[in-house]
């Protein structure tokens, strides 16, 4: 196998992060609270205690994490703006100091010659907006587009590349009906309506950009690759269940406009009180994007389980009668997710049969592994295993398009250790170690993989820098 796996000229290589998993300064500059500040004050809600006040001090570092970006050679940069320092309370006119930090870090991206790309929400809903019901509210998506407006306007000229949400299936279903995110709800049917009313918040916040007239727009999904466990016809149901929750019922209203044919089984009678749904939902939802945004990590390999209620007598909305099972063979990373690359491979060729021309061009927008990097005396992590899951899931996108499949670029997660969400800062993703106590940076031996593979890509293209 040769070193690295071979790319178009045009192919654009990035690094991802976002706003709570990095900035700190949580009470700086006017900014709001958010759901996740409110979340991690809950006892026992994040591994050690761990919360973002201060996390990657980045509000204050971005000029290294820029410069760390520039070495690194990446085309592109996908980072998120906090609604919380847009709309502190989640309405009204823009905070002048929470859009000047985004538009100062996009001049300087510019400056290092990289393109940033803006995902608009990474999880941080102002807690103002969860105390009058959150995403279980429809008005949660109207303010969504409102805000959508102040930061295109502000950004827009700057700005090519818009995502709208990232990973809908975490805000509804690990935030309202499993209680592991914020706001850390366990609930039945409102998770559903929180589903729907993310996806009318897309819709919504796809038109005021496309008002806005930016260039390119679309939403990062974190879909899987779904198998069963095995041969057993319970098990083979128990797949259709879990591709419906976490696949179709995302990638079907978006780019078929249709709800899943087989969401009546996923969620028997809370599917008929869906009174949350509107004539008119679908078009908006299904309005076309200029790509998909696909964050992957992991397949999910599922067998048949009982249904298991969160609270007596309370309906779970996460239909959770199958369960996940270890793949024989596939080596874990530290989060425990079994690493099988082929299976990235399958699921675009998938999307690809199952949509034809509907599926626009793809960007894998989030892909990376958490590893028990252990730095040596120096200091230096040299994070093998690291470098091989990012080479084999490259290996896995190149073999896709080869397939056939658009890709268009690939932003691995993430450029720095950072928080991780309800693992606190015990996981680690970041191609650059960063040490807490002192904020020190320290590119991994992943780091200089990744750079030299860009580097490789780019003189084949005839590049320069
Ligand atoms: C994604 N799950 O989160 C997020 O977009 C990132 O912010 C995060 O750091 C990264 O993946 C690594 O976890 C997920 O439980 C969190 O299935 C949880 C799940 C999936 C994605």
């Known amino acids: 196998m040769s070193r690295f796996p071979t790319f178009p000229p045009e192919f654009e290589f990035g690094a991802a992060t976002s706003a709570y998993q990095i900035e700190g300064a949580v009470s700086e500059d006017g900014r709001g609270p958010s759901i996740w500040d409110t979340f991690c004050r809950r006892p026992g809600a994040v591994l050690d205690g761990g919360d973002g006040d201060t996390a990657c001090g980045h509000y204050h570092r971005h000029r290294e994490d820029v410069s760390l970006l520039a070495d690194l050679g990446v085309r592109s940069y996908r980072f998120s703006v906090a609604w919380p320092r847009v709309q502190p309370t989640g309405a009204g006119p823009a905070n002048p100091k929470g859009i000047d930090f985004y538009s100062r870090l996009v001049d300087d991206l510019l400056h290092a010659g990289i393109t940033p790309a803006v995902t608009l929400y990474h999880w941080d809903l102002p807690q103002v907006l969860e105390d009058a019901g959150g995403w279980r509210c429809?008005?949660?998506?109207?303010?969504?587009?409102?805000?959508?407006?102040?930061?295109?306007?502000?950004?827009?000229?700057?700005?090519?590349?818009?995502?709208?949400?990232?990973?809908?299936w975490c805000s509804a279903f690990l935030g309202y009906a499993d209680g592991e995110h914020a706001p850390g709800a366990r609930e039945g049917t409102p998770a559903l309506a929180a589903a729907h009313h993310l996806l009318v918040a897309h819709g919504l916040s796809l038109r005021a950009l496309r008002a806005a007239g930016v260039r390119e727009a679309g939403i990062a999904l974190n879909l899987t690759h779904v198998s069963p466990a095995g041969t057993r016809p319970e098990d083979r149901e128990a797949a259709v269940r879990a591709e419906t929750q976490?696949?179709?019922?995302?990638?079907?209203?978006?780019?078929?406009?249709?709800?899943?044919?087989?969401?009546?089984?996923?969620w028997e009678e809370l599917i008929e009180r869906q009174d949350f749904r509107r004539a008119g939902d679908l078009d908006l939802i299904s309005a076309p994007m200029d790509f998909l945004g696909i964050n992957y990590y992991t397949p999910s390999t599922v067998r048949a389980a009982p249904y298991r209620e969160p609270d007596p007598g309370r309906r779970h909305a996460r239909d959770n009668r199958f369960e996940e099972v270890p793949v024989p063979g596939a080596r874990r990373t530290a989060m425990g997710w079994p690493v099988v690359p082929g299976t990235l491979r399958s699921l675009l060729t998938s999307l690809r049969e199952r949509y034809g021309p509907a599926l626009p061009p793809v960007h894998i927008t989030e892909n990376g592994s958490a590893e028990h990097d252990t730095p040596a005396a120096d200091g230096t992590v040299h994070d093998t295993d690291r470098i091989a899951y990012l080479r084999a899931h490259l290996g896995a996108v190149a073999d896709a398009m080869a397939d056939g499949v658009d890709v268009r670029g690939y932003y691995v997660w993430s450029l720095l250790d950072n928080f991780e969400w309800s693992y606190g800062y015990s996981r680690r993703f970041g191609i650059v170690h960063v040490d807490y106590a002192t904020q020190r940076r320290t590119p991994k031996a992943s780091y200089a993989w990744?750079?030299?593979?860009?580097?490789?890509a780019g003189a084949r293209a005839g590049r320069t820098r």
């Open 450 to 456: 990744y750079r030299e593979l860009i580097a490789t």
């Open 138 to 168: 429809r008005d949660t998506a109207a303010r969504f587009a409102e805000y959508t407006a102040l930061v295109a306007d502000a950004l827009g000229d700057r700005v090519p590349r818009w995502i709208t949400l990232n990973e809908p």
């Open 246 to 266: 976490r696949n179709l019922m995302w990638t079907e209203p978006l780019l078929a406009g249709r709800y899943p044919a087989t969401e009546t089984d996923t």
